[in-house]
């Protein structure tokens, strides 16, 4: 069976310098690939710096990847024009990370929600309010709100106002990028819920990015470990959890807290200065790693 995205030695450099001068290259994301299977949730973890948000945004194309294939269903993005590329996106929705700055502040919250619906030009004035009236309620938010600014309202309801935006096209893939780390934590249990649901109500695909180890756990079905722009380990989430390949992904497993005091695990270092970059290799079935 085909993978629903399919990401091939992608490549993302950013130049330092003037408009004369190129100065020092810093590759964010170095030479990636992965699958994502429909219906999945594919984790990409790793510290902050690392290059998941770079490598979800150039699937996005938000920012253009400097090399590399992005094929969606089969269809490289790539090549696309702008025009096409917008066209695509109907099936390519992203819910950003911080729930305050990616509302606009002077929008009020059902024309946020409606605006994918008005860009494409969908249905009458009256049908866009009915379909945003849908996305509210399926969010968990109430519809007589929608008159509403961001402003009045918490974390937790404006990252599901986001993602009742990211909703209204009925797209296939949801990019996920750190959705919950802006939030208490009690909220964060709430929002993963909703995703969760979601996900089983509208047969949604999920790459979700985050750095938090012990979500990615709990709701990924396989994940790909981050480090210096560069996926250092890949498999299904439990083998990784349970026996990790590489030590950096020792390392970091190895610094989750745990929830009773009297569960203790040895700490394990990473000596980042010894680090060189390899090609994944099967080290068990299904589960590669770069060492």
């Known amino acids: 069976m085909s993978a629903l995205l399919q990401v091939r030695h992608l490549v993302k450099e950013f130049h330092q310098g003037g408009w004369f001068s190129k100065g020092a290259v810093t590759r964010a994301v170095d030479d990636i690939s992965f699958d994502i299977q429909q219906g999945e949730t594919f984790g990409l973890v790793g510290e902050s710096g690392c290059g998941k948000t770079t490598t979800g945004r150039c699937i996005l194309r938000l ?10 269903q089969g269809r490289d993005l790539a090549p696309l024009s702008p025009r096409d590329m917008r066209l695509a996106r109907r099936d390519l929705q992203i819910v950003f990370q911080d729930p305050y700055s990616s509302l606009n502040p002077r929008m009020r919250v059902g024309a946020i929600v ?5 860009i494409f030009r969908e249905g009458t004035t009256a049908a866009r309010a009915r379909r945003v009236a849908e996305l509210f309620e399926l969010v968990g938010l109430d519809p007589a709100h929608t008159a509403k600014y961001p402003h009045e309202f918490s974390g937790g309801q404006r990252q599901r106002i986001g993602l009742a935006r990211a909703l209204a096209l009925n797209p296939s893939l949801v990019i996920a990028d750190e959705p919950v780390s802006a939030l208490d934590v009690s909220v964060q249990a709430q929002v993963v819920n909703l995703l969760l649901d979601l996900q ?13 180890l012990r979500l990615v756990r709990q709701i990924c079905t396989r994940v790909a470990v981050m480090y210096r ?5 890949l498999g299904e989430a439990e083998q990784i959890f349970l026996s990790p390949a ?11 807290p745990k929830i009773n005091p009297g569960d203790r695990i040895a700490r394990v270092q990473f000596d980042a200065d010894s680090f060189t970059p390899q090609p994944l290799r099967e080290v068990r079935p299904g589960h590669l790693a770069a060492v």
């Open 246 to 256: 590489h030590p950096y992904t020792a390392a970091l497993l190895s610094a989750v």
């Open 63 to 72: 920012i253009e990847p400097t090399s590399g294939q992005v094929l969606f």
């Open 229 to 233: 722009g560069r996926i250092v380990e």
């Open 200 to 212: 089983a109500r509208l047969g949604l695909t999920y790459l979700f990015i985050a750095h938090d």
């Open 114 to 118: 409606g605006e994918p619906l008005v």
